[in-house]
């Protein structure tokens, strides 16, 4: 599984408004799993 860039606070990124989520198709659920795993490897 890709882990994901974690971003730290006073990343510019962190303030950019994000796009609404319109479905709930497969390509978020990767992104969920992906971010999950990228929480559960940075200890966090």
């Given at each position: 599984?890709?882990?994901q860039?974690?971003?730290?606070f006073g990343d510019?990124?962190?303030?950019r408004?994000?796009?609404?989520v319109t479905a709930?198709?497969?390509e978020?659920?990767?992104l969920v799993k992906q971010l999950?795993?990228?929480?559960r490897?940075?200890?966090g």
């Open positions: 599984m890709t882990l860039q974690i971003r730290l510019p990124v962190l303030r408004t994000a796009e609404p709930f198709d497969r978020l659920r990767t999950t795993a990228t929480m490897a940075g200890s």
